[in-house]
């Protein structure tokens, strides 16, 4: 792990400065030298093909749940709970669909050249058939939903609760595998993609319960997810550098300066939709204003991190590593707790 930090951070410091050459990229892994000598170390590679640090992502899924004040009832709870663990499943089929897919290019890439899949710890037999399990849990639980009572008619028009979260994750599942097969090619559609999978774990969370959201909330997590997209075309670039285009030809229609653009576009109209959630908002009475320094100061970090320290490519990551932004994220949540289930 440490040679791997190692190699990351020499690529950035050569990004810091134009002039200095390109730092030449690492010779591809070879599976051969790899491979695991027991089932012990395979069954470790089971579970970091599933990549079970992103399943941080999912945690969107409650953010229905906690606007709506429902967070100490049961039955809310209970689904909330099991549609996020719906998208757990979802997501790491779909993490290791792409891994199969891009097997290639990530043994010439710096860093996914360690993935299991990529390195040869796992063999692709083994992912398939996990992707396949994986698959079926989820069905099994989205299933189970049906068996739940739903405490509202919200949506009864539509289908009902059970059948609009079942279509989330199939337009989840849906774009994902379009986004795999096609769309990751096509410039800024891939971005938009990308941003997609935060709008529909947070859909999906809302129309599980049953509650109404206002607009301006999913406009913030519109404009957010878009800022994460766009932060990881960007690390990818400064990472590459010259050969960014080789392993994934999109990047090629992008730049650096390009990307910083729409970065700056997106920041402010994530600051500006959550400034008038909170006072437009229907829920917390304008007195959820007082979380827009913790929401500024996570924001103006990450932009740090990403500016500074050229990091960005995997978000989920930086919120677990980086205690600037945990403590930022935390200070947020427990101020929305107080003014939506404290103070009268």
């Known amino acids: 792990m440490e040679k791997v930090i190692t190699d990351t951070d020499s690529l950035h410091d050569t990004s810091a400065n134009e002039s200095t050459p390109p730092v030449p990229m690492p010779p591809p892994a070879d599976p051969a030298n790899l491979l695991p000598l027991n089932t012990v170390a395979r069954i470790r590679a089971l579970i970091g093909v599933m990549r079970p640090k992103q399943w941080t992502k999912n945690a969107f899924v409650f953010i229905g749940l906690i606007f709506a004040g429902q967070s100490f009832h049961i039955l809310p709870l209970e689904r909330s709970v099991i549609a996020f663990l719906a998208f757990c499943m979802a997501s790491s089929t779909i993490y290791i669909l792409n891994d199969i897919g891009d097997l290639e290019k990530d043994r010439q890439h710096p860093v996914k050249r360690f993935r299991p899949l990529a390195s040869g710890r796992l063999p692709v037999s083994w992912a398939i058939v996990l992707m396949c399990g994986l698959l079926l849990v989820c069905c099994a639980l989205v299933g189970g939903l049906f068996m739940l009572p739903v405490n509202s008619s919200l949506h009864a028009n539509l289908g009902g609760a059970n059948v609009l979260f079942a279509l989330t994750i199939a337009a989840y599942l849906i ?22 999978g935060f709008i529909l774990r947070t859909i999906g969370g809302t129309v599980v319960i049953p509650v109404s959201t206002s607009p301006w909330l999913y406009l913030v997590i519109c ?9 990881k075309r960007r ?26 653009q729409m970065i700056t576009v997106v920041v402010a109209c994530t600051l500006m939709a959550y400034s ?10 304008q007195h959820l204003i007082v979380t827009i320094p913790f929401v500024l100061y996570g924001i103006f970090r990450y932009l740090y991190l990403v500016y500074m320290r050229m990091e960005g490519g995997s978000p ?23 003014v939506l289930y404290v103070i009268p």
């Open 276 to 285: 008038l959630y909170t006072i437009q908002g229907q829920t917390g009475h």
């Open 316 to 338: 989920d990551e930086v919120l677990l590593r980086d205690k600037h932004i945990l403590g930022s994220v935390l200070c947020c949540v427990v101020g929305i707790v107080l």
């Open 235 to 260: 690390h990818e670039l400064v990472l590459l550098q010259g050969d960014a285009s080789s392993h994934r030809k999109i990047l090629k229609e992008y730049s650096i300066p390009m990307l910083d």
């Open 175 to 196: 774009i994902n595998v379009l986004y795999n097969i096609r769309l990751k090619h096509v410039v800024l559609i891939d971005v938009f993609c990308i941003a997609s």
């Open 223 to 231: 404009f957010l997810s878009l800022f994460l997209a766009l932060g």
